[in-house]
C-alpha cells in the first residue's frame, strides 16, 4: 500500500534539499483519452523521466466547470473519440505499476462518482493505488461521506480546494479537515488563464497557511521557472496542466518533458 500523501509529499522534500535542490515539488494534469491513451502513456513517461513528483489524471466529463476552454475542449476530445471510465482506470492501474515512485491522483467530477457509485469508486482508485482525489465541484460541506471512505482506506486522500473568495471562515472549516495536501486555486475563474504571482497571492497563501498544519499546492496559471521561483518557500506543490498541454499539442510528448525539465533547473 503507497503512503499518504502526506509523507510523501514531505519525504520528496527532504530529498530535495540533501542534494540542495529548487525546496518545490511539481504536479502535473493531463486529460485521459486526449489525444489517446495510447499518447497519455507517452507523456507520462516523459513527464517521469523529467522527474514530476505528482501527475493529476482527469476522467472526462462532459461539463468540466473549473476548466478552461483548452482542458474543456481536451475533455470534449476524447468524449468523442469513446473514452470509457473502465478504460480510464485500467490505463491509471497500469501507470500505478510503470512508475511507482510517482503521486498519481485522479481528478475528475462529482457525476462521474455518482454514476459510477461513490463507495465503489473510491474504492477502486484505492485498490488502484491511487494517491489521492480530487473533485471541484463536490461541495467541502457535503463530503462527509467520500472523506471517511477515503479514510478507510490507507494511502488515499480526498483533497479540499481552496479558493481565493473564501471566507475566513471557509478556510478554516476546509483546512481542518484537509488531508494529503491543500490544494489552492491561484486566482478567480478556470484553468488556463494567466496568474499574476503577486502580493495578493501571498497574501491569500497566507491565508490558507493559518489555517491547515498539510502542505500547500498551487495551481491554475502556473506556467514558467519565474511562477515556479515565486510560489518557493510559500507553497510545497506547484501545479502546471494548460501549459504542458498547450506544448504536447504543438510539438509532442518529448517536448513536454523537455518543459518540465526546464520549469525546476538544480
Not at 540542495?20 to 513527464?47: K, Y
Request: hydrophobic share 45%; proline share 6%; charged share 20%.
Amino acid at each position: 500500500m503507497p503512503i499518504p500523501l502526506e509523507p510523501f509529499i514531505r519525504q520528496r522534500l527532504a530529498q530535495r534539499a540533501e542534494r540542495q535542490a529548487t525546496p518545490i515539488l511539481l504536479m502535473s494534469h493531463l486529460v485521459l483519452g486526449h489525444p489517446s491513451l495510447e499518447e497519455n502513456r507517452l507523456v507520462i513517461d516523459a513527464m517521469a523521466d523529467a522527474g514530476v513528483e505528482l501527475m493529476e489524471l482527469q476522467i472526462p466529463f462532459s461539463e468540466p466547470i473549473a476548466d478552461g476552454p483548452i482542458i474543456a475542449q481536451a475533455n470534449q476530445s476524447a468524449l468523442d473519440g469513446g473514452f470509457r471510465v473502465a478504460d480510464g482506470l485500467a490505463f491509471v492501474a497500469d501507470c500505478v505499476q510503470r512508475h511507482p515512485d510517482v503521486a498519481f491522483l485522479i481528478m475528475t467530477y462529482g457525476n462521474i462518482l455518482l454514476a459510477c457509485g461513490v463507495e465503489r469508486f473510491i474504492q477502486r482508485a484505492a485498490d488502484l493505488g491511487v494517491r489521492g482525489l480530487i473533485i471541484p465541484d463536490w461541495p467541502p460541506q457535503e463530503a462527509d461521506l467520500p472523506m471517511s471512505l477515503c479514510r478507510s482506506h490507507q494511502g488515499l486522500d480526498w483533497i479540499q480546494l481552496f479558493t481565493p473568495t473564501s471566507t475566513d471562515e471557509r478556510l478554516a472549516f476546509i483546512g481542518a479537515r484537509a488531508s494529503g495536501f491543500c490544494y489552492c486555486v491561484a486566482r478567480k475563474g478556470v484553468t488556463g488563464s494567466s496568474t499574476a504571482f503577486d502580493n495578493d497571492l501571498t497574501r491569500f497563501l497566507d491565508r490558507c497557511r493559518r489555517t491547515t498544519a498539510t502542505p500547500l499546492a498551487v495551481g491554475f496559471g502556473v506556467r514558467s521557472p519565474e511562477d515556479i521561483r515565486s510560489l518557493t518557500g510559500q507553497a510545497e506543490v506547484a501545479v502546471v496542466g494548460t501549459a504542458a498541454l498547450e506544448i504536447h499539442a504543438r510539438q509532442g510528448a518529448e517536448a513536454v518533458g523537455t518543459f518540465f525539465r526546464g520549469l525546476r533547473p538544480d
